[in-house]
């Protein structure tokens, strides 16, 4: 995509995006499956994993190992190890701080969109320091699909009274850039664990290291401009 860019928001994801989770997640599942003596594959298995709900993971996992996987034991260790990690803070991932300012200071509406639950998104964000720089906040609780499916973003745009072609969204994940090119955002991508496939870089208005590169982005398509006009209608709060 060449030219300005007539934004009129920006759709955040968050596991791996903003947030520095998806190691953790990604640990704790191997470390879990380990214990288990799940360990054919399991590497593998979790790589898939990434950018997906819970429920499609589950459903991976049953496929992979049967159905008499043992998940609720599986999933308390996971649970266990994870916040034993996360414990320590929950880190942000570089640039972070930066993009949420300029886009503050621009009065640019932006919006979380995560396959994670609004338990864990609003809890995680919490403990990330971010959550009150959030009036909207999408998961997976508010739709029938979550990622790859196009539902989240189609939702998030539809909060904001905009079509979703004058959103910008950024992701981390091949499964979350699926979901956002369906939708028809502009998808930016700043791979994490999920290494960029040619069929994501080709639904891509760009690919990036980091979100440092992604403000830089917004500021040459000249997204951000302070008193830049806003949508027609308020997005809604998501939850208190």
Not at 194 to 212: F, I, M, Q, W, Y
Not at 218 to 235: D, F, K, M, V
Request: charged share 20%; aromatic share 4%.
């Amino acid at each position: 995509m060449s030219g300005k860019w007539d934004v009129g928001a920006v759709l955040l994801d968050m596991d791996g995006t903003l947030l520095d989770t998806e190691r953790v997640y990604f640990d704790s599942l191997v470390a879990a499956l380990t214990t288990h003596g799940y360990t054919d594959d399991a590497v593998t298995l979790c790589q898939a994993m990434v950018g997906l709900p819970g429920p499609e993971c589950e459903a991976l996992l049953h496929a992979r190992y049967g159905a008499d996987f043992p998940l609720a034991e599986v999933s308390r260790a996971f649970v266990s190890n994870r916040d034993e990690i996360l414990g320590a803070g929950l880190p942000l991932k570089s640039g972070a701080i930066e993009l949420l300012d300029a886009l503050r200071a621009a009065e640019c509406p932006m919006a979380i969109v995560t396959s994670s639950s609004l338990r864990t998104a609003d809890a995680h964000l919490k403990l990330a320091g971010i959550r009150h720089r959030f009036e909207t906040l999408l998961t997976c609780d508010d739709v029938a699909r979550g990622k790859p499916s196009p539902d989240l973003y189609l939702l998030a745009a539809s909060r904001f009274g905009l079509k979703p072609e004058v959103c910008v969204a950024v992701e981390d994940s091949n499964h979350g850039v699926a979901a956002a090119h369906a939708a028809g955002a502009i998808t930016i991508m700043v791979p994490d664990m999920a290494t960029p496939t040619e069929e994501s870089r080709a639904r891509c208005a760009a690919v990036v290291p980091n979100l440092v590169a992604v403000l830089e982005i917004l500021r040459e398509r000249g997204t951000l401009t302070r008193n830049r006009q806003q949508p027609s209608l308020r997005a809604k709060r998501s939850n208190p």
